[in-house]
């Protein structure tokens, strides 16, 4: 795993990750609008001004260790702080 700068195409993939308004709520608070849009979301974190990164793992889904031929990086999470 790592850590590096999130980037625009991380919050793309993010908002796809909730399909209703409390699951935004519950993980992002009561600033967060819904339904998500990338151009909206950057607005409730104050994407311009915080320094927001993604946990990245690495390894393979599917493969217990990481250990896979061709290896995809699958994104954890997006946190945001300033």
Excluded at 25 to 50: R, T
Excluded at 67 to 75: A, C, L, V, W, Y
């Amino acid at each position: 795993m790592k850590i590096r700068p999130a980037n625009e195409q991380d919050l793309a993939e993010l908002s796809g990750w909730f399909l209703t308004e409390s699951e935004v709520k519950n993980w992002g608070g009561p600033s967060i609008h819904f339904p998500l849009s990338l151009e909206q979301l950057k607005i409730d974190i104050e994407w311009d001004v915080a320094q927001s990164y993604a946990l990245v793992a690495t390894g393979c889904r599917g493969s217990p260790h990481g250990k896979s031929p061709n290896p995809i990086p699958d994104q954890i999470g997006v946190e945001v702080g300033s």
